[in-house]
């Protein structure tokens, strides 16, 4: 490949600079804003994007015929008349919670009289980088917009033509209502864009990756500004020695084939040995959705007979950690609880993990050991999304531990402040 120059470089980045900056400076018009006119214009910007649906409709189909539909991220890439109105809900739902600024989170007075408290802020620029999902503009901007912070949105190419008319229909509201369109900014799809805002440094408070093991590793290593890591998920489901066979096929049916293009759709199965007799009953409606199974020995042999032979294939060890985002699971049998905690603790991602039991005592040592940001006892993995935790849209799912675990919605979207009163206290 050809390498610009750092002349061409210069001359591509400088619009794009320049785009980042005028991001940052729009931060102070949304101090101004209050609660109630926020609300206001995001219910505005989801009736004009039910009102320009078919045109949404159209720039998204264009985007559908440079996709291969075999490729995994199709699913993501769609949009229809059905997820349009999801959309549009979830930004009025945004507008209905009440704002996470300038909440007092602890006070306190020091024995001079002095008063402390500390109060919830906007971050300031949040950066978001992310793949084939337009859904995650609405979901980025109305969050952001909710909480006080100026978005910058960096969509890949394969969303071009999705992204750039969302954009356009929030950027011409707020625009006609006398508020800067520069709060919600939309990047080029291209490499120097990335390479630009991780290197934001004097503009951009915080950076979240929202796509695969490799984007995320690619931001982590590269950015000079914050990031908080969200997406990938490799999640497991653990049918333990006790579990409920009705309960099990159900959940592992709804975890998997729900929608297999998300993070929190299931990768893996674990079962316990002494249910492997039940294995076939919990994975026979599997077959109805053509889902490719990869199974170690011992579960292999219990599906040989059961399982359509061209979906059944033996397991080697790349089945496991894998993030398959489409239809295909492994399985492993295990001996033990303990040898399931193992697996699990080499191969996840910190994502969702799910336990299948009837024993409290093998619950709660699965719920102590297991170290993920959602640990789900007899309930589908599919749940691990903002909107059904009762918090409107998501910005995305962290998988670490620093600030923010879990689906991020309005309060993981502040940083605070400490405000410090007195009258003429001075330090001896």
Do not use: W
Request: charged share 25%.
């Amino acid at each position: 490949m050809e390498q610009k120059s750092d002349e061409q470089a210069g001359a591509v980045s400088e619009p794009i600079n320049e785009a980042i900056k005028k991001a940052a400076e729009a931060v102070n018009s949304l101090i101004n804003m209050d609660d109630r006119q926020i609300s206001d214009l995001l219910n505005i910007i989801a009736d004009r994007l039910l009102a320009e649906k078919e045109s949404v409709l159209q720039a998204n189909r264009e985007d559908l015929a440079r996709m291969d539909s075999a490729d995994p991220k199709y699913d993501r890439l769609i949009l229809n008349s059905e997820r349009i109105d999801g959309i549009a809900c979830d930004m009025k739902q945004v507008a209905l919670l009440p704002s996470p600024l300038g909440k007092t989170l602890s006070k306190s007075m020091r024995p001079n009289g002095m008063t402390i408290s500390k109060v919830t802020v906007p971050f300031g620029v949040i950066g978001v980088i992310y793949e084939a999902r337009p859904n995650v503009t609405f979901d980025v901007f109305s969050l952001c917009f909710k909480s006080g912070n100026v978005c910058l949105l960096k969509g890949g190419s394969d969303a071009y033509y999705s992204n750039r008319i969302l954009v356009e229909i929030i950027r011409n509201i707020l625009e006609n209502h006398g508020v800067n369109p520069n709060i919600c900014t939309l990047l080029p799809p291209g490499h120097d864009a990335t390479q630009a805002l991780l290197q934001a440094v004097d503009y951009v408070d915080l950076v979240i990756p929202r796509g695969s093991c490799g984007l995320i590793n690619f931001v982590r290593s590269n950015s000079r500004i914050p990031v908080i890591e969200t997406g990938a998920g490799i999640c497991h489901t653990y049918f333990d020695q006790y579990g409920d066979k009705e309960k099990g096929r159900e959940i592992v049916y709804n975890a998997k084939t729900r929608r297999v293009s998300v993070c929190n759709a299931l990768d893996c199965l674990i079962i316990h040995r002494e249910r492997l007799a039940d294995l076939p009953y919990i994975c026979c409606k599997l077959s109805d959705r053509q889902v490719i199974i990869y199974a170690d020995q011992p579960a292999f042999h219990a599906l040989e007979s059961h399982y359509p032979a061209s979906l059944l294939q033996p397991a080697t060890e790349a089945s496991f950690g894998t993030e398959f985002l489409d239809y295909k699971m492994s399985i492993r049998t295990v001996n033990t609880l303990d040898d399931a905690l193992q697996h699990i603790a080499r191969y996840s991602s910190k994502h969702s993990e799910c336990i299948i039991s009837e024993s409290e005592e093998s619950m709660n040592t699965f719920e102590q050991h297991v170290d993920a940001a959602c640990v789900y006892t007899n309930v589908s993995t599919a749940f691990t999304d903002g909107a059904q935790f009762g918090f409107g849209a998501e910005i995305g799912i962290s998988t670490q531990k620093m600030h923010a675990r879990g689906p991020m919605a309005l309060p993981e979207l502040t940083t605070y402040k400490y405000i410090i009163k007195g009258d003429g206290q001075i330090r001896s």
